[in-house]
């Protein structure tokens, strides 16, 4: 067993512990791309890398790009430190380390998860660029994921993972429109899981 997967199952029983939640449910795990990927999702409660990280199996050791005042928050920042898969990005500057950090896992073949919108939004807003340059950069495709808004004790809360995708196939080196372009079609493909949940679960 590797530290990665030690960490996900402890922590995965620590957490549900204290929120008192129930398992999760998901749906498209089929979807899952074997080595790196660039894993972007909604995010509308501080909770969502955990559901996230937890609908996945542990063999899939994903590195978790959290802003860095999450850091001290009570139960949340203490357990992603502990879990040690995190890579910590200070809002408003250039951090160049988490970068560095990032594109190291990813060319490593392991998975990234980044919220695009940078923060929480009630309905999926507008995305950054960091997810679209990362995943360009390093020839990985993008994981579209959609979690449910709704967190009730003793309720399930369901993610849903759309197809992965190249999101740049282009013979040149990308620039700075391109990121943009491409940054806009992550979010309609997260917005199209969304949509397609009611056919996801049909599936199963």
Not at 46 to 65: A, C, E, G, L, T
Not at 120 to 131: F, P, Q, S, V, Y
Request: proline share 5%.
């Amino acid at each position: 067993m590797t530290l990665y997967e030690f960490a996900y199952i402890v922590s995965k029983i620590i957490f549900s512990i204290v929120t008192f939640r129930t398992p999760l449910k998901t749906y498209g795990k089929e979807n899952i791309p074997k080595g790196g990927a660039v894993i972007c999702a909604n995010h509308v409660h501080n909770s969502d890398p955990f559901y996230i990280v937890y609908s996945f199996h542990r063999k899939d050791k994903i590195w978790i790009m959290a802003k860095e005042e999450i850091r001290h928050y009570p139960v949340v920042g203490g357990l992603l430190e502990w879990l040690g898969f995190v890579i910590w990005v200070r809002r408003g500057k250039s951090d160049v380390g988490a970068v560095k950090s990032s594109l190291k896992a990813l060319k490593g073949q392991e998975k990234l998860l980044i919220f695009p919108e940078g923060t929480r939004h009630e309905e999926i807003g507008e995305g950054k660029t960091g997810a679209a340059m990362m995943a360009i950069r390093t020839g990985v495709p993008i994981l579209p994921v959609y979690i449910s808004p709704e967190r009730k004790v003793f309720h399930r809360t369901k993610v849903y993972i759309g197809q992965p995708y190249m999101p740049f196939t282009e013979d040149r080196r990308a620039n700075a429109e391109d990121y943009e372009v491409v940054t806009a079609q992550i979010m309609d493909h997260i917005r199209a899981v969304r949509d397609s949940r009611e056919e996801m679960e049909a599936k199963g």
